[in-house]
């Protein structure tokens, strides 16, 4: 006799059950939605502005579906793509460049799914539309700004170690260190050779000059951190505007793609890419009358006039040097907190190199003021500029002045997402529209559709009611394919769609095989209970070893694979896995109901 014990039965009940309840999300599709959130901390996405959006979008005669508020950014639905786009513009004229107002898709999921964790899967770009950006690293950028840096450590070594040189010059890819003899050009070898070891030197005596260049192996990392970093620092913003499930990821040595789904402003984009911020420690120049000069037009060579925020928060003018002292890449940690007088602050920690510099800064201007200005979009801004009383060591740095713990906290949020390592150029840039996105998913769904369908026909009508087992066991493994994809949150591409049509090609291979095997028992005079058992377990050994291999196939192209390949070998890997359990064991279930019970079987309808 063919039965399964009741838990069996209820381990297929239960995987239909939770997959029927996971893949319902999925119909119920987006709305076209407004998304709202705060560029800084100092202007909150609360109630008060949702009653404000609400009373706009009312008197411009729009009728949103509905506003809530969500992690720090405030969502509008609308019926349509229309009214989504007046509404956008309505509300970021309203609000100005404190708010980032974005378009967005919300799914139509009813609460109790949502409740319970359960959400439509993600959509691709070429799927549900948005931005996609192919960015080229600047790696000469790169590499000027790391020789530059290496000037300046050259430059305070020698101070520090008082060695007299002449001049240090770029020459290309390196640079050129003078001195006055040949025992202070030997010092200087030895002072670079010890402290920066990166740098490969060559002296000549004749013309008493040391030319310290960047290895092949050392060029090859300044460029490789360059493109990480910049990966680092574009997911970093990318995130704070809570882009569902961004890509971003290395293409070639030099190149980085960005795809940003649900997006259609491609300036927002833009400015997305471009919002980096970093911290820069200058010297402040007080001599009232070269601050004059400045004021009235006329900038000394050397200096830059910026604005500094005085305590009743009204901008004044400042004289600063243009020569860094130190940046923003020597930061290891940023937090608010507060200073000793109970006002907000941002405290950071400083690598040791940082720390380095900055003692011996602080310890060679005392009595003189630092600048400590923050640079966001290439515009910078003096934060605070205290005056120096005594050396700092430790690499234990604090900013604070004329701000609140909602600044603070945004000063801190910027300088610890970095700045770029080089500047990018967008070499190719494009916009999938939602109409198109939709057009594709409605072209996916029927090549599914169609295929399944045909599939099934062939089955009933060549092995009649085995096939209708068959057809409802490849229903279940769609059900089950969809609900792992929602479950797990996994981005769905239209290779992703070809995906799932292969899964279910392999899946009717294996009931192939299992209902031919069964017909061989049969043709050999084998009962129809004993057919039925013989075949089930005879057919396993194939099936296993088939979708072994064709796993490992899918495990390579995922490991090895990126972008459109990785998501073809997601859905592939998972819709093996979903083939296998239906193939055998919901289908067997089915068969052992149907037929398992009968003892006196005669035939069966295959």
């Known amino acids: 006799m063919n039965r399964y014990p009741l838990w069996k039965y209820l381990i297929i009940a239960v995987a239909l059950v939770v997959s029927a309840i996971y893949t319902l999300p999925n119909f119920y599709g987006e709305s076209p939605a407004v998304q709202v959130s705060s560029t800084r901390s100092a202007y909150p996405v609360d109630a008060t502005l949702m009653d404000r959006v609400e009373t706009l979008l009312k008197d411009k005669h729009l009728s949103p579906v509905g506003a809530y508020l969500d992690n720090g950014s405030l969502k509008v639905r609308f019926q349509t793509p229309d009214e989504q786009l007046k509404a956008r513009d309505a509300i970021q004229s309203q609000l100005g460049d404190n708010y980032i107002v974005a378009l967005n898709l919300l799914s139509s999921s009813p609460d109790w799914l949502a409740n319970i964790k359960a959400h439509p899967m993600f959509l691709g770009l070429d799927l549900r539309g948005g931005v996609h950006f192919l960015l080229e690293v600047d790696m000469k950028a790169a590499v000027d700004k790391t020789l530059e840096r290496y000037s300046g450590d050259i430059r305070r070594e020698l101070k520090a170690q008082k060695i007299r040189y002449g001049q240090i010059r770029r020459n290309g890819d390196s640079l050129s260190i003078s001195a006055r003899d040949g025992e202070t050009l030997n010092r200087i070898s030895d002072v670079i050779a010890r402290q920066i070891p990166n740098l490969t030197l060559k002296t000549d005596d004749a013309s008493n000059t040391i030319t310290a260049s960047l290895s092949q192996a050392e060029l090859q990392k300044v460029q490789t951190d360059a493109v990480k970093q910049n990966i680092t620092t574009l997911h970093n913003r990318v995130n704070e505007l809570g882009v569902a499930e961004p890509i971003i990821q290395q293409s070639g040595p030099n190149r980085i793609v960005v795809q940003l789904p649900g997006v259609q402003d491609t300036a927002k984009a833009k400015d997305i890419l471009g919002r980096t911020a970093t911290l820069e420690v200058r010297l402040v120049e007080d001599d009232s009358q070269k601050l004059a000069d400045a004021v009235n037009g006329m900038t000394p060579a050397g200096y830059d006039l910026m604005n500094e925020v005085g305590s009743g928060g009204e901008p004044r003018p400042i004289l600063v040097r243009k020569d860094v002292e130190l940046t923003g890449d020597n930061i290891n940690d940023a937090q608010p907190g507060f200073d000793e007088n109970g006002g907000a602050a941002v405290l950071i920690n400083l690598d040791s190199t940082g720390a380095s510099i900055f003692r011996q800064v602080t310890a060679e201007n005392i009595n003189r003021r630092m600048a400590m200005i923050l640079v966001e979009k290439g515009k910078g801004e003096v934060v605070t500029a205290p005056v120096i009383r005594g050396e700092i ?214």
């Not at 026909?457 to 929602?486: D, K």
Request: aromatic residues 6%.
């Open 393 to 606: 060591g430790g690499g234990r740095v604090q900013i604070s002045g004329s701000m609140n713990p909602a600044e603070a906290n945004d000063v801190a949020l910027l300088l610890r997402a970095g700045s770029l390592a080089a500047p990018m150029n967008i070499i190719e840039e494009r916009t999938v529209g939602p109409s198109l996105g939709a057009e594709n998913i409605r072209k996916g769904f029927d090549s599914t559709l169609y295929g399944f369908a045909a599939m099934a026909i062939f089955m009933i009508l060549y092995y009649r009611v085995f096939g209708v087992i068959s057809a409802l066991s490849l229903a279940a493994n769609v059900l089950m394919l969809i609900a792992l994809l929602s479950m797990l949150q996994a981005t769905l591409t239209l290779p992703g769609i070809a995906a799932i049509a292969l899964a279910l090609g392999m899946a009717i291979d294996a009931n192939v095989l299992i209902n031919e095997r069964i017909r061989e028992e049969l043709r050999n005079g084998v009962t129809p209970q004993a057919a039925i058992k013989a075949g089930y377990e005879h057919a396993w050994h194939t099936i296993l070893d088939s979708n072994i291999t064709t796993l490992i196939a899918g495990v390579a192209l995922l490991i090895f694979g990126s972008g459109p390949v990785r998501g073809f070998a997601v859905v592939h890997c998972l819709g093996i896995m979903t083939s296998m359990f239906t193939a055998v064991l919901v289908s067997r279930g089915i068969v052992n109901l149907a037929y398992g019970s009968r003892r006196r079987l005669t035939s069966l309808p295959i």
